[in-house]
C-alpha cells in the first residue's frame, strides 16, 4: 500500500503564503499525475493543480497566477506553493497521487489520498 502525508498548512493572514507539502511511501515502482484538491465548508471538493510525472501542470482558474504546483520525482514527493492568499482560499488541501504499486503479482495501479492539511485565510 501507499500512504501520503500531507504538511504545511496553518493559518495566514490574507496576501500571505503558505507552502504545502505531500511525501508519498510504500509500495511505489513510479507515480504519474499528482493533484492538490481542496474542500471548503458546506462546498464539494475542488480540484486545485495537478502535475504530471513529467512536470507538466494544470491550476483551476481561481488559482492561476497565485500558485505554484511542484514535484520532487526522486522523493515522491509533490508541493503546493500558495502566495497572494484570500480568504476564499480557505478549506482543507488534499494531496492525490496516481500510482504504479509493486506488489507480489507485478505492477498495480492505484488512487491514493492524503488525510488532509487545514490551510485558514483570515486576519
Known amino acids: 500500500q501507499v500512504q501520503l502525508v500531507e504538511s504545511g498548512g496553518g493559518l495566514v493572514q490574507p496576501g500571505g503564503s503558505l507552502r504545502l507539502s505531500c511525501a508519498a511511501s510504500g509500495s511505489i515502482f513510479s507515480i504519474n499525475t499528482m493533484a492538490w484538491y481542496r474542500q471548503a465548508p458546506g462546498k464539494e471538493r475542488e480540484l486545485v493543480a495537478t502535475?504530471?510525472?513529467?512536470?507538466?501542470?494544470n491550476y483551476a482558474d481561481s488559482v492561476k497566477g497565485r500558485f505554484t504546483i511542484s514535484r520532487d520525482n526522486a522523493k515522491n514527493t509533490v508541493y503546493l506553493q500558495m502566495n497572494s492568499l484570500k480568504p476564499e482560499d480557505t478549506a482543507v488541501y488534499y494531496c492525490?497521487?496516481?500510482?504504479?504499486?509493486?506488489?507480489?503479482?507485478?505492477?498495480?495501479?492505484?488512487?491514493?489520498w492524503g488525510q488532509g492539511t487545514q490551510v485558514t485565510v483570515s486576519s
Open positions: 502535475i504530471t510525472s513529467g512536470g507538466s501542470t
Open positions: 492525490n497521487a496516481d500510482v504504479l504499486l509493486t506488489t507480489s503479482y507485478g505492477h498495480r495501479r492505484a488512487d491514493f
